[in-house]
């Protein structure tokens, strides 16, 4: 999905630079860009847990352990 975002990103971008103000094609290659910025916006966002979610019971606490020594944790929702 990723790859689909940069390709109409920089498809976009490079339409716009070579075709002048004065085409038609430029609202195209605008669009093409900012559709490959939506896409790209929409695969890097991850919803993080607020406080809320934990209050209502929605998340559960991951413990990373080693050598049986709990070195981290993090909050994570739980798995439907």
């Not at 920089?10 to 939506?38: E, K, Q, R, W, Y």
């Not at 896409?39 to 607020?50: G, I, M, R, S, W």
């Not at 019971?57 to 993090?74: H, N, R």
């Amino acid at each position: 999905m990723i790859w689909i975002a940069l390709a109409f990103l920089f498809v976009g971008v490079i339409i716009n630079c070579v075709i002048s103000d004065a085409h038609p094609g430029i609202c195209f290659g605008t669009m093409l860009a900012c559709v490959g910025f939506a896409l790209l916006a929409a695969t890097h966002y991850e919803a993080q847990p607020t406080a809320m979610d934990v209050y209502k019971g929605k998340t559960t606490l991951e413990i990373t352990y080693k050598d049986g020594i709990p070195i981290d944790t993090v909050v994570v929702f739980k798995n439907k």
